[in-house]
């Protein structure tokens, strides 16, 4: 198997789990488009592994999952950004 193909078939089994996410929110494609910002297209090209999700996609796929994490912390199992290091307001 070619790393492209393995890519392809990885981004296609993101896309499925993310649609199946979506349906069990009880969310159409258009109304997560529409609460994302997104233009309606883009849940599909996803979902249909065309287009891989970025970071942000997925951030806010799980922030308009309808309610599900109310706007809580976001799964364990879901990408996080690692913590800036050093430099931080925080230690003044």
Known sequence: ????????????ALGKRLREIRKDSGL???????????HES????????RTGPSDDDLRVWSETDGGKHDGGPMPPEAPRDPQPSGG?????
């Open 42 to 49: 883009k849940c599909s090209r996803i979902e249909n592994g």
């Open 28 to 38: 159409t494609a258009r109304e997560l488009a529409a609460r994302a910002g997104w």
């Open 88 to 92: 931080d307001s925080d230690n003044k």
């Open 1 to 12: 198997m070619t790393s492209s193909s393995s890519i392809r078939q990885a981004r296609e």
